[in-house]
């Protein structure tokens, strides 16, 4: 009865009943109905109210009923679950270990991809390159910098920085404070648009060119560590070195800009800066409404622009616009991150396909209890969901497993990888994560409680009741045989997958640098600008003294110095051509490195022809010397004596080098590119600034390491100390990222063999406890074991098989996106795939062995006997 | 309170008059509403307009439920009868209303 209808019909009761009392008392019928009507006041609104109340009535009723019947499903989930306790373990144990990788994983991506970066519309911000025909990625000048600014028109602003940091030390009452300061342009902070969380940052003020500049903006780890969060601390004059410095500004929260600086002062940018000398890294921001294509388009017409105007210093040179985020992470981050990410998802499916498994045969075996169900009421839907409330309490179950897993794995997983991903340390056991889990369980819940769900609950329940329990369990075997060789199938990409990034790693590991990293202690030196201006005759007597005390010390065997930080940077490249050459287009780009005489002994990079460097440069040299890699020397003279040739630097008509050795390729920024062509100078007459001081000892290295700073001191006690590290640690470190995908996901494969494995092993159990009367006859019938075993062994390598086979030919199709991970490695190579393949059936037949063994213990007579 | 209007009758004093008239069985609507008025002697007269809605609101409310069957007169009507947390309600209200009718009676009685 509708509510209308039931209103209507109590209403029409009620008047009807006093008429009847009215005429009773004397009234006619119609004076008593009119009465009667009245005495309802608005007939209508009372009608109206009533139906209201009444609909919600049948509402709060309806949700009642509903709440009470999930109460219901979840108490009897609960008694089922305790029924079969070993079977609940099981499951719980497989979910939480899917969903508790997961959860690890996408905290891992999440921190280091997903994240925005800490800037405001983070997406508008670019990283720009110069870039040449030959390198892709190059710094920019001075005067390139301030033409670009002015008159590119797609961009808020850019701003540049300067990738050589300054090193202060604060004297600030006891132990000095050493911190590092990034120079950059007043326009960077302000495109970065962090807003101070005190004072300001710079204005153009602070950075003209020849003033004072004598600025500070400290980061907020700095403020917080030494200057104890003074909130008076803008306006604070300190001393630094001697020189007075005033703080303006704190930046916020701690982001890594290249490189986590400590604090920021002001470039000035020398507008008569050679144009050609290119050693700023430029940034900027979109105009609002502007695409990065756009943006690429603008600055390349007025590169061309300035290449016709200055052909010198600027024919050829284009840019290159890389957003942020990817130039962050780079690349080979992104694809790591998506790889994991799939790969994941592969152990959850897998999990829940086991689960799956697990649950038919539960399933089935209460077919009959299910099908009694239905035969006293229950709709197929009512069935359904219950059946999919079991299994998502139990995926509930497991994601609690799975977080607690979590919750230990995230902090391991940031202790085994140190340096490696970028940002990996944000990633936290947090609300984020707790609710991607939740979504990932309840959606495993599902997929796993559909298949057995589906196959019990039919449309036709009456026939569940009729027909036997065998034959609803043969349907199920032959769905849990589907479910498996899809188990197989996904452990066999997973294993290729990892398989080829083994041998990946491998190969990247076996690279030879062209040095010996072993038992050579390092330094990087930092020479105070104020003191040590650049290229000057003060940096080469400096680094020519230290070299000669360090390799003084006991126990030293050699030492020396080089300009780069070994496998960190920079990457200080330049073109040179043969004497003869005039086109600038015709020069070829390399790498330079400043060193001292000794450090290719130090570091045992052979010298394949002519001589090193002497200890102590001539005076009366007339011509500049260099030392050439042999793959330059190659590219230049092929086939001809390199010794004795002379190359121009930079330009047409630019300084002359003469070769005077050639010696062997080395590979010192990263391993997984080609070692680049090199060039090197005698750095007593290349000067540079900042060297990394390399120390090759006999003895026990701890002995070694402090005494690298004290000799420092010891030439020049104002130069502030760092650290010491070695080198073969720092090689070592230079593929953490690699290695670490590597390890990864090479124990998903693992984890996931092993749960294809226990699919099967599995299944294969429930086939013989099933063909049990089938086996008792033929054993009866005189069968002998090995055919019995034969039997079993059959079916369940068939499954093996097909699982593999599918495997390897999704692996096929999908591992070429794996392209950009791999280092010398094909994505469909053989031996991979057939490593991998062999591997996952031997695991797969000795998972069906064993049951297959158990069923020749079975008596004949007991299993004729069973029903 | 003779002749007080309905609407002048608190929704309170209502639900527990139908509740005490339920109290004692089955009823239909109609016949709560003349169990009222001949339990004060007529000196409640209870409004239609304000009986069915409390009636359906003490039914959504759980201290009532209701049923169809056939009334003495053979036709069909909604019966209602209180159910245990509308007895337990009963109770309570009973007692504050003693508690109340007497305080105030206090007051009111000359000194």
């Known amino acids: ?867 | 309170m003779i002749h007080r209007r309905p609407q002048e009758l608190l929704h309170g004093t209502l639900d527990v008059l139908i509740l005490k008239a339920l109290s004692r069985g089955r009823l239909h609507g109609y016949a709560v509403a003349r169990w009222i008025e001949g339990a004060t002697g007529d000196v409640v007269q209870v409004e239609e307009g304000s009986l069915y809605p409390a009636l359906y609101r003490l039914e959504r409310r759980g201290w009532i439920e209701a049923e169809w069957g056939l009334s003495e007169l053979n036709r069909k009507a909604k019966f209602y009868r209180l159910t245990k947390e509308g007895r337990k309600h009963l109770a309570f209200e009973t007692e504050r209303w003693a508690t109340f009718a007497s305080a105030v009676s206090k007051v009111l009685s000359p000194t």
């Open chain 1, 1 to 867: 009865m509708s509510v209308e209808d039931e209103v209507d019909k109590e209403l029409d009761f009620h008047v009807e009943m006093r008429i009847r009392e009215l005429v009773s008392k004397g009234l006619s019928p119609e004076e008593a109905r009119a009465q009667a009507i009245a005495k309802f006041g608005d007939l209508r609104e009372v009608r109206e109210t009533c139906r209201e109340i009444a609909r919600g009535r049948d509402r709060d009723m309806r949700i009642r009923e509903w709440w009470d019947e999930v109460r219901g499903d979840l108490l009897f989930a609960l008694r089922q679950m305790r029924a079969a306790p070993g079977l609940t373990a099981m499951v719980v144990l497989l979910l939480g270990v899917g969903i508790g990788a997961s959860s690890t994983v996408f905290s891992v991506v999440n921190a280091v991809m997903l994240r925005p970066l800490p800037f405001p519309e983070p997406e508008r911000l670019v990283r720009i390159y110069e870039t040449t025909p030959q390198t892709d990625r190059f710094s920019t000048s001075e005067q390139n910098f301030l033409d670009f600014r002015a008159q590119a028109r797609s961009f808020e602003d850019l701003g540049v920085c300067s990738y050589q940091n300054r090193k202060f030390s604060l004297a600030a009452g006891g132990e000095p404070i050493r911190f590092e300061a990034v120079a950059c342009t007043a326009s960077l902070l302000r495109l970065l648009k962090v807003p101070p969380s005190l004072g300001r940052t710079f204005t153009e003020e602070d950075a003209q060119f020849g003033g004072d500049n004598r600025v500070l903006v400290l980061s907020e780890g700095l403020w917080k560590s030494r200057f104890a969060s003074d909130p008076e601390v803008v306006g604070r004059a300190l001393d630094l070195g001697g020189e007075k410095w005033t703080v303006v500004g704190v930046l916020p929260g701690r982001f890594s800009f290249l490189g986590s600086w400590d604090a920021w002062i002001p470039y000035a940018v020398d507008p008569e800066f050679e144009r050609g000398d290119r050693r700023l890294e430029m940034f900027g921001r979109l105009a609002p409404g502007v695409t990065l294509e756009q943006a690429r388009a603008d600055l390349s017409a007025v590169a061309a622009r300035l290449g016709d105007l200055y052909p010198e210093s600027n024919r050829d040179w284009g840019v290159a616009l890389v957003p942020f985020r990817e130039w962050i992470l780079g690349p080979q981050v992104r694809q790591a991150s998506f790889v994991l990410g799939l790969a994941v998802g592969l152990i959850l499916l897998l999990a829940c396909l086991n689960v799956s498994n697990l649950l038919i045969a539960r399933a089935t075996s209460r077919s009959r209890e299910i099908g009694l169900r239905a035969a006293l009421g229950a709709s197929r839907l009512r069935l359904l969901r219950q059946l999919l409330t079991e299994s998502v309490f139990l995926s509930t179950l497991g994601a609690g497993t799975g977080l607690l897993l979590a919750y230990w794995a995230i902090p391991f997983i940031r202790v085994i990888n140190p340096e490696a991903l970028p940002r990996l340390d944000e990633s936290s056991w947090d609300g984020t994560m707790i609710l991607v889990s939740v979504a990932v369980s309840v959606t495993a819940g599902i997929l796993s409680g559909l298949a057995p769900a589906l196959h019990v609950a039919r449309p036709h329940l009456s026939e569940t009741l009729r027909e036997g329990h065998r034959a609803s369990a043969s349907r199920g075997g032959r769905l849990r045989d589907t479910l498996v060789v899809g188990e197989f199938a996904l452990a066999m990409l997973l294993l290729i997958t990892a398989g080829l990034l083994v041998t990946s790693f491998r190969r990247l590991n076996a690279v030879d640098p062209g040095f010996d990293a072993r038992n050579v202690l390092a330094a990087r030196v930092i020479l105070p600008e104020d003191r040590y201006p650049e290229a000057s005759s003060e940096s080469a007597r400096f680094y020519r003294d230290v070299v000669e005390k360090l390799g003084a010390i006991p126990g030293v065997e050699r030492a020396g110095a080089v300009i780069v930080d070994p496998f960190r940077g920079p990457r200080t490249s330049n073109t040179i051509a043969p004497e003869s050459v005039r086109d600038k287009r015709d020069f070829t780009a390399v790498q330079w490195r400043s060193v001292t005489p000794s450090y290719f002994e130090v570091v045992r990079i052979p010298l394949l022809r002519g001589s090193l460097f002497e200890e102590r440069a001539r005076a009366d040299l007339r011509e500049r010397e260099a030392l050439v890699s042999a793959n330059l020397a190659k590219r230049l003279w092929p086939g001809a004596e390199p010794i004795g040739k002379r190359f121009q630097w930079i330009r047409p008509g630019g300084i002359l080098f003469r070769v005077i050795g050639v010696v062997g390729d080395v590979q010192d920024l990263a391993l997984e590119e080609e070692p680049p062509l090199m060039v090197y100078h005698d750095q007593q007459r290349f000067a540079v600034q900042h060297m990394t001081l390399m120390v090759r000892s006999r003895a026990e290295p701890s002995a070694i390491a402090p005494l690298i700073w004290k000799t420092v001191a010891e030439v020049d006690p104002g130069v502030p100390a760092g650290s010491v590290f070695s080198l073969e640690q720092r090689l070592f470190e230079s593929v953490a990222g690699p290695r670490f995908s590597t390890q990864l996901l090479g124990s998903f494969a693992l984890l996931a063999l092993a749960m294809a494995c226990f699919g099967i092993y599995g299944v294969t159990s429930y086939s013989v406890a099933r063909r049990t009367r089938e086996i008792g006859i033929r054993m009866a019938l005189g069968a002998r074991s090995g055919s019995v075993v034969a039997l079993v062994l059959r079916r369940g390598l068939l499954l093996v098989l097909l699982g593999t086979v599918a495997g390897s030919l999704a692996a096929l199709g999908l591992t070429r996106y794996l392209r950009s991970l791999l280092y010398e490695t094909s994505p469909t190579d053989v031996a991979t795939f057939v490593a991998m393949g062999l591997m996952l059936a031997a695991v797969g037949f000795l998972s069906t062995y064993v049951p297959a063994l158990r069923a020749t213990r079975v008596d004949p007579l007991e299993a004729v006997r069973l029903e």
